[in-house]
Every structure is written in structure tokens, then in C-alpha cells.
């Protein structure tokens, strides 16, 4: 809250997950790979701003922490990354229409 110069927690996402790729589109906050603790993640959850809670998406290919997130023309894009054993080059495009990567 600007105004106050306050943060207000919401609800938590379904998967704790550290160096997770994170980006807004639309009315979605997405959380993208990440690590939790044991493994890289191919799981992906979006919050919806309007419904306040999180849902899960079509997970990636390949798992994915430490990875970088784009957005062009209503497409994700998940590039490079760490998936627990190699330093990842690939780029995988998410479609939210079809919800397939």
C-alpha cells in the first residue's frame, strides 16, 4: 500500500520455492521453477489478483531454479537456468490460452 507505506501479506503459494522465475501478466502474478528445498521444480502457479488465490498451470519440460522470464505478445518465456545438474542455454514458451508449453 503506497499510500501507507505498508505491506499487506496474502494468501502463500501452494509450493515453497526459492529462485523461482516471477512475473506479472494480465491479472496473474506467475511463479515459474524454482528450487524447494530438495529439487529443481517444473511446477508453475499463478495468483489471480481478482480471485486472490493461487492456482497451479501446465508445469515446464524441464525443471528449472535460478531461471529469467519474459513476456512478449501473451507469452511466457522461462530462459536458461539451473535444472540440479547443469546450467541450462534452452527457452521454453508458455501459452496462458492453451496452458501448454
Not at 17 to 29: E, K, T, W
Not at 72 to 91: E, H, K, M, R
Request: hydrophobic fraction near 30%.
Amino acid at each position: 500500500d503506497p499510500e501507507h507505506d505498508q505491506w499487506t501479506e496474502i494468501k502463500s503459494m501452494n509450493t515453497m520455492r526459492s529462485g523461482a522465475g516471477v512475473i506479472s501478466m494480465d491479472n496473474y502474478i506467475y511463479a515459474i521453477g524454482g528450487y524447494d528445498s530438495s529439487c529443481q521444480l517444473r511446477s508453475v502457479e499463478r495468483y489471480s489478483i481478482d480471485k486472490k488465490q493461487w492456482e497451479f498451470v501446465s508445469p515446464m519440460n524441464s525443471p528449472r531454479s535460478a531461471l529469467s522470464v519474459a513476456v512478449i505478445s501473451n507469452q511466457l518465456f522461462a530462459l536458461g537456468g539451473y535444472d540440479g545438474s547443469d546450467f541450462l542455454s534452452s527457452v521454453e514458451s508458455y501459452c496462458p490460452e492453451g496452458n501448454k508449453w
